[in-house]
Each structure stands twice: as structure tokens, then as C-alpha cells.
């Protein structure tokens, strides 16, 4: 049979519900789409159901879904992160020239798209490793979408991507080239992290309504609703009531009938580690991440209520005041875990030498994404105003932000404190906030009690930065002292 002249724009690799979406999305703008699946029904699945009556081509093998594209060939694969990337990359390798694109458009660890660009370079071909954010409803109707990898190949998926992305009022696309590498990767894997930290502060918030003012579920949802007009303005908080007013079959709270244990699929987790990696204080976003290991321990935590004795919590009798204060903490500890995600994302383009555009970053997430918010509009005036700032806790408007919220925040953190109700996340903003503005923290003791056990040496106040001292506290230890590294 001889092979049709190539009309496929791109293909798109991965027949679940992120592909299909992302593949009808492609062809709402008016590209020609191949779609293939290793399992091949699923495609047959899809022409005959969803992309019914669409241009979308259907392949049924990686060879025939090669044949139908124009060069340079480019092909998305999105399918899960880990192994499968490489064993697609591998099955189709063979039918791939020099020159021709992969697009990873799953949630892959940015060290994974590190090495596979290496690989694949080694062959002649291009790759990008794209971050893609906004779920399923995103992926159909205009997700942020951050890529990166092989620059020369951003010219050849450009339009393609910029077009399905989500738009500002302004038509300004929420997709920008991130940088080389596993940029594209890494920027929403910290995109994921803040997410975690603003999920956990929302659940904190909640549950101070629910068990302090001890305020029934649909007027915590009139709540939300009322703090997505103002500063809060976001997808998480809209959701968030959503969520709340929702009844089950029998007329009562949809949300008290769902299990308290929350799951991850990695990258809040990657993020943590690659935080510690770098040395980087990740604080809220770390506890965001334990406080959902802490509630897979639902037997023990049950066990642990009849033994573990609290304190009695007695609700406040203004309960609009403290409503008010919570917005406020709330807040604040937002401007907390986008500053610590902003301190991973320049930490990592200095070790990893990319250069990644902060106020653009913030523009990307200002739509389809997750964690997109009327806040995002105001970090990337701050980059715009600033590309050297080191913190958005120093920026002006944040400062201002801070210094007003900060009264409140403590109130809360306090009462939250006493009342025994656990806020890991705004607690460790709080401290975290603390302890940047801290001229001076304990850490000199800590330097002191470490070369006392161990002659680990310290600095003085009075020498220079990079002079190091040892002590022989004992006055049998010796002078010898351990060499000085970070490990």
C-alpha cells in the first residue's frame, strides 16, 4: 500500500483523558492531528467517540503514525512519568530521522528530561520537556503549558502550543520557552510544590472554621465564595466552594462522606527533595507535603484521639472578626510559599545555568494552571519592576502586604496553637517569615556545639567570611579539626 503524502502537523502519543483533551484542543485551532496508542483500540475508541467527525488522523502503529507527519516530524508523548517515557521514546526511535522532535508533555522528573535530551542529542534528535498544567478541563480548553529543552526546537511547536494555551484577558498566551534542559520540567514541578503549600493552607483554613467557629459547611462555602472577590482571588479558592456546596444522594455535605486521607503522585515529594538538594528552605511547602503523609495514618491517628489528650476548644463569640483574621493569615502565608518556590527556582538556575525569566514564569501562571490567581498578576509586576530581586518578601508591595496581614496571622497561628487544631503550613510560614527578617538567629550555637563534638569549625564575626576556627573546648581534644564541606 503506498504511504499518503504526510499532513499531520503533530502527533500526540497517549490516549487518556490528558491526550485525547489535548489532541481535540490541536484540532480546535486548526492542526492536523495523528493520534497513536500502543493499544491500539483505544484510538479506534477515540475516532469513533470523542474526535467523531474531526480531522484527527488515527495511526496503529508507530511507523504508520510517522509516515503521516511533516518534517521535522514532532511528536508529544503523554503518557506517565517514569519508565514509559523511555520505553515509547525507544519504540519509536526507530522511525524518527535526524532532526525530528519529542515532546514529553507528562509530569516527569526534570532530571529525567535532563538526561533524555542528552541522549537523544547524541542521535540527531530534538526534545522538549513540557510542563503541562490545568487538568483535564485544561488540556481541553487551554492549559499553561512550560516548555523546555532544545531550543532550536521551540520555533517548530511554538504555534501549536501557543495557540492551545490558556489566554490573559489580553491574549497573552500562558506558555513561554522556560529554558534548556529540564527547565520546562522543573518550573512546574515547583508549580506543583506552591500548589501543595496552597492546598494545605485552604484545608487549614477550613478546618479552623469547622472545628473553632464551629460554622456549618455551606456557610464556609458562602466564606470562599466571599474571599474569592477580593486579594484570595484564585482557582483553588473558586473550587473551593464548588466543593463545599456540593450534596450527596441523601442532601448532605458531599465533603463530609470523603475519607481523610490525602494521596500525591510525586512532585510535591520531588520538590522537597530537590529543595534540600539545594539547600533551599522550603519550609511550608515541606510541611504541605507531611501534612498529607500525616494523614495517611488514619488507624493510628484514630487511636492515638482516645489517648492523646488535647485541650477543649471553645468557639469565639465574634466569629466574623476572627473570619477576617483568617483571610489575613491565609494570605500572608501565600506570599510565603511563592516566595520559597521563587528562592528554589533561582537557586536552580544557578546550578543548573539556565536562565529563567521570573516575571514571565508568574505570566504563564496566571491561566489554566492550577494554581492560577489575581496574586500571580502581582509577583510578575514585581519581577517587572525588579529582575534582581532575591526574595518577594522584600518586594514593596509584598512587605506592605506582610507588615499589614502580620498581626492577624499571629493571631491565628496563636489560636490555632491553643486550641490544639493543627496548621503546620501557616505556622512554618510564620516561623519562616520570622526567622528571614532575624538578623541574627541561634545558629552560632549550632556552630559551636558541632565543633565541640565533632571539630567541625566555625566562623567568627570579627574575621572574614570564609576563615575558619576551632576550638579545643575540652582542653584534651586537640587542634586537629575536621575539613569543613557541604554535603
Known amino acids: 500500500m ?29 492542526f492536523t492531528v495523528v493520534a497513536f496508542n500502543r493499544t491500539v483500540s483505544k484510538v479506534d475508541d477515540f475516532l469513533a467517540g470523542a474526535a467523531k467527525g474531526t480531522k484527527i488522523i488515527g495511526a496503529h502503529s508507530a511507523e504508520e503514525m510517522t509516515a503521516h507527519l511533516k518534517r521535522p516530524r514532532r511528536v508529544m508523548l503523554m503518557v506517565k512519568a517514569g519508565q514509559p517515557v523511555d520505553e515509547t521514546i525507544d519504540h519509536i526511535l526507530p522511525f524518527l530521522e535526524k ?29 522538549i520537556g513540557a510542563g503541562i498544567s490545568g487538568g483535564e478541563d485544561g488540556a481541553r ?48 514541578m515547583v508549580h506543583n510544590g506552591i500548589e501543595y503549600g496552597d492546598e494545605q493552607l485552604i484545608c487549614e483554613a477550613y478546618q479552623l472554621m469547622r472545628n473553632y467557629l464551629k460554622l456549618p459547611v455551606m456557610q464556609i462555602a458562602d466564606i470562599f465564595s466571599e474571599w474569592n472577590k ?107 510559599s511563592y516566595s520559597q518556590g521563587y528562592m528554589m527556582l533561582m537557586a536552580a538556575a544557578t546550578e543548573y545555568s539556565w536562565k529563567l525569566e521570573y516575571a514571565n514564569i508568574a505570566t504563564v501562571w496566571r491561566g489554566g494552571c492550577i494554581i492560577r490567581s489575581r496574586f500571580l498578576e502581582d509577583i510578575a509586576k514585581a519581577y517587572q519592576r525588579n529582575s534582581n530581586l532575591t526574595n518577594l518578601m522584600i518586594d514593596p508591595f509584598f512587605t506592605k502586604a506582610l507588615v499589614e496581614h502580620q498581626a492577624a496571622w499571629r493571631s491565628v497561628v496563636s489560636t490555632a496553637v491553643i486550641t490544639g487544631i493543627p496548621v503546620p503550613a501557616m505556622s512554618s510560614g510564620l516561623a519562616f517569615y ?32 570564609g576563615e575558619f576556627f576551632h576550638t579545643n573546648w575540652t582542653g584534651h581534644g586537640g587542634k586537629t579539626s575536621s575539613s569543613t564541606y557541604n554535603a
Open 99 to 127: 532532526g525530528d522532535i519529542i515532546i514529553d508533555g507528562g509530569n516527569s522528573l526534570f532530571t529525567d528530561t535532563i538526561r533524555r535530551q542528552q541522549e537523544l542529542a547524541t542521535k540527531g534528535l530534538l526534545y
Open 2 to 30: 503506498p504511504v499518503k503524502q504526510p499532513i499531520g502537523d503533530i502527533a500526540v502519543i497517549g490516549m487518556a483523558v490528558m491526550g485525547q483533551n489535548i489532541i481535540l484542543n490541536m484540532n480546535d485551532h486548526g
Open 434 to 465: 520570622d526567622a528571614y527578617r532575624s538578623s541574627q538567629l541561634p545558629a552560632n550555637l549550632l556552630q559551636a556545639q558541632r565543633d565541640y563534638f565533632g571539630a567541625h569549625t566555625y566562623e567568627r564575626i570579627d574575621k572574614p567570611r
Open 230 to 336: 477580593g486579594e484570595l482571588d484564585s482557582y483553588l479558592i473558586e473550587i473551593t466552594a464548588d466543593i463545599l456546596k456540593a450534596k450527596d444522594s441523601d442532601g448532605q455535605p458531599l465533603i463530609d462522606k470523603i475519607l481523610d486521607t490525602a494521596g500525591q503522585k510525586g512532585t510535591g515529594k520531588w520538590t522537597v527533595i530537590n529543595a534540600v538538594e539545594l539547600g533551599q528552605p522550603a519550609t511550608l511547602i515541606s510541611e504541605a507535603l507531611f501534612a498529607r503523609f500525616t494523614s495517611t495514618l488514619k488507624e493510628q491517628r484514630q487511636t492515638a484521639e482516645k489517648i492523646l489528650m488535647g485541650t477543649a476548644i471553645k468557639a469565639p463569640s465574634d466569629a466574623s472578626s476572627f473570619i477576617e483574621q483568617l483571610r489575613r493569615a491565609l494570605y500572608a502565608s501565600k506570599i510565603v
Open 141 to 188: 480548553h487551554g492549559p499553561s503549558i512550560m516548555p523546555g529543552g532544545s531550543i532550536e526546537a521551540w520555533p517548530h511547536v511554538k504555534d501549536i502550543f501557543q495557540a492551545i494555551a490558556a489566554k490573559l484577558d489580553d491574549g497573552t498566551p500562558c506558555c513561554d520557552w522556560m529554558g534548556n534542559g529540564g527547565a520546562g520540567h522543573y518550573v512546574k
